[in-house]
């Protein structure tokens, strides 16, 4: 098969600092509203079983709000995607209250922490929460792990022939990990992908890889640059501005080991 | 998709003639825990630290232990020509690293928290959260080391994390995105993986007994393993990867579904993408944590796909279970039982347990064999199947699952 591959974007999910859902973040990329990055308080994923929903870390209420603001607005039935998880960095939260636990000298690690601890967790939580046998993937390339989430739910897409459910998401970390990683405010983004046309499809996104040679594309407001540079799932932000704009354009994400990635938008 | 190339290093040793052969003797890689500070009565895979040697110079940004693992590793079984090799023909940007852990370099943070005191309450400045802590810091390390330019990330699953690579390879491979692929994956013991079983009453206080009546949890352990994928046509010498079943349980964050659910879903779709039977595989390698639920849930499962016919066995009583690791650890024991003609019967294992009605086996058994599977599961409800075949005429080698 010839690179680029062609997916449908059908519909998408966001949440994260100065973003409600995703209409509203359509206007701030429209520059209809102003971007304030203030932080929303998370929503408690009523959908979950109380037990469950009582264990959620910030980093799964995070993924869970947007992946349910996709799906809700695809009318997709939700046991029937394929999902791929993206973060860089997972819970900052729950890996610095182990790391203190085992800085003590009792080193008594919490169960639910522990288990909540694994970079899946929110795909964990979303299988229980959508009783979503399908197969489902967690992902991590440091900065480019929007990236990385894109190439690989376009390949699934497109070679399973499935609807694919793209989450990617990323929180700041607490002090100490906040001094040696910095992530601003907290970002999340939920793409529903198919690799067939349907009258839901909002546009086209064919997805090559490119050389170092093409510059990154960036967000034409300081704020939201500023953003986007400081928050890895908010690297998908100048795709979502070309989405919201109806733009077609070339979107340009840096990607691992020098390379890019080329996603060729066309709106519909 | 051919698997060209494969290099494991564990508990038993640095290189694949070091697990082979321990399996052989039947002499298990598991010892009395004297990690670190851990303070656990249970048994571990260790590698000593003396054969863990720091990083190439030009890769101290992403020192640590998970890596040392990862370096030691690449330099058996001749896997550094071989990807030089692969490189000449393919190109550096047209072979990715899709790679598993479960911990990357956590155990470097551990450390770091301790000298808090030292730094005002911050991480001493030489802490590198990039090149450790960070999962991405493997398949950065896989890169750099052979100065790859291709597609790279990591897959972090929990225990099936080195399992699910080898769909993505496929997948990524039948995309275009890449020609060729090194899979695999790395953990490495810490006290996060300690402390955390011990907290869920999962650590075994002796040497783990998969599917015994009397098991009572798991011997963790640190493993590395890689392989290179390519799409070459098969040689009837060759092993090849035929079909990579992936599913989600849906149903409990750190237990897995009873009747192993989920465990069927994959195994039946790696069946599927193989284009063949159950009883056309001669050997299961299994999941076999040697927990309780575990070995019940994932028994249920090949006992209602399989029925009481195919020898099945878990290899963890040799290596410990390498949770990140566990995926290409068991699928290069899979595949070192084809080409040498042996099933590896179970070690520690004394009464089978009489509730699991499979073939279970116990001894070391000569068989000549052209399909395998491997299975690994892990939290979360992720759950991942590979077939494996040799000397067959099968070549489902674009990933897709079987209509």
């Known amino acids: 098969m010839k690179t680029p591959l062609r997916v449908y974007v059908e519909s998408i999910g966001v949440f994260g600092t100065g973003f409600e859902s995703w209409t509203q973040a359509a206007a701030i990329l429209r520059g209809e509203q102003l971007f304030a990055a203030t932080d929303f308080p998370l929503p408690s994923p009523e959908w979950l079983p109380p037990a469950e929903r009582r264990r959620t870390s910030d980093i799964i209420r995070l993924a869970l709000c947007a992946g349910r603001e996709a799906l809700t607005a695809a009318n997709q039935a939700i046991t029937e995607t394929y999902t791929v998880f993206s973060s860089s960095g997972g819970s900052g939260e729950v890996i610095h209250q182990i790391c203190e636990s085992l800085a003590a000298p009792e080193r008594e690690v919490s169960p639910t922490r522990f288990h909540n601890s694994v970079h899946n967790a929110p795909a964990g939580y979303w299988g229980i929460a959508t009783r979503n046998e399908w197969p489902s993937t967690s992902l991590c390339a440091h900065d480019a792990s929007f990236a990385a989430g894109m190439l690989e739910a376009t390949a699934q897409a497109v070679i399973c022939a499935q609807p694919v459910l793209l989450l990617v998401h990323d929180l700041r970390y607490p002090e100490p990990l906040n001094g040696v990683r910095a992530v601003m405010g907290l970002f999340s983004v939920a793409l529903l992908l198919r690799s067939t046309k349907t009258s839901e499809a909002k546009c086209s996104v064919e997805v090559s890889i490119a050389t170092n040679e093409s510059s990154e594309t960036v967000v034409h407001n300081a704020a939201l640059e500023n953003f986007r540079t400081a928050n890895p799932a908010a690297r998908s932000l100048p795709l979502l501005a070309a989405i919201a704009n109806r733009s077609n354009e070339s979107v340009i994400l840096e990607n691992v080991n020098g390379s890019r990635l080329k996603l060729d938008v066309h709106s519909l | ?403």
């Open chain 2, 1 to 403: 998709m051919n698997l060209s190339k494969f290099t494991l290093t564990n508990a038993l040793g640095a290189g694949n003639e070091a697990t082979w052969s321990a399996i052989v003797a039947r002499r298990s890689g598991l010892s009395r825990c004297v990690f670190e500070t851990a303070d656990i009565d249970t048994f571990v895979g260790q590698v000593p630290d003396a054969m863990l040697l720091p990083l190439r110079a030009d890769l101290s940004n992403l020192e640590c232990r998970n890596n040392r693992l990862a370096q030691l590793c690449l330099q058996q079984d001749d896997f550094v020509e071989t990807i030089k090799g692969a490189i000449a023909k393919y190109g550096a940007d047209r072979i990715g690293v899709f790679l598993g852990t479960s911990t990357s370099g956590i155990f470097s943070t551990e450390l770091a928290y301790r000298e808090r005191e030292k730094h005002q309450g911050a991480l001493p400045p030489n802490f590198q959260y990039a090149g450790t802590q960070n999962n991405y810091s493997l398949a950065a390390f896989v890169s750099a080391y052979f100065g790859l330019r291709g597609p790279a990330f990591v897959v972090s699953s929990a225990c099936s994390s080195s399992a699910k690579v080898f769909g993505n390879a496929s997948r990524m491979m039948a995309a275009g995105f890449c020609d060729a692929a090194i899979v695999g994956g790395v953990d490495s013991l810490c006290l996060t993986t300690l402390y955390g079983f011990q907290s869920l009453g999962l650590v075994s206080n002796q040497p783990c007994r998969p599917y015994d009546a009397d098991r009572n949890g798991i011997s963790i352990a640190e493993a590395a393993g890689f392989a290179l994928l390519e799409k070459t046509l098969p040689s009837a010498q060759d092993i090849q990867v035929l079909g990579v079943g992936e599913s989600s349980d849906a149903y409990h964050m750190s237990s897995p579904h009873p009747e192993g659910r989920g465990a069927q879903k994959a195994m039946r779709e790696a069946l599927a993408q193989a284009r063949i039977m159950p009883h056309d595989i001669s050997y299961i390698n299994l999941h076999g944590t040697a927990t309780k639920t575990n070995d019940a849930a994932e028994g249920a499962a090949v006992a209602a796909l399989f029925g009481q016919k195919t020898p099945a066995s878990s290899t963890k009583g040799f290596t410990g279970h390498t949770l990140g690791a566990a995926g290409i650890t068991e699928i290069a024991i899979a595949a070192l039982a084809l080409q040498r003609g042996m099933i590896p019967g179970s070690l520690n294992t004394k009464t089978l347990d009489p509730e699991i009605a499979i073939n279970y086996q116990l001894n070391n058994v000569p068989s000549d064999m052209h399909y395998v599977m491997s299975n690994s599961f892990g939290f979360g409800g992720s759950n991942c199947s590979v077939v494996l075949g040799m000397g067959t005429n099968n070549s489902n080698q674009n990933g897709k699952p079987a209509p």
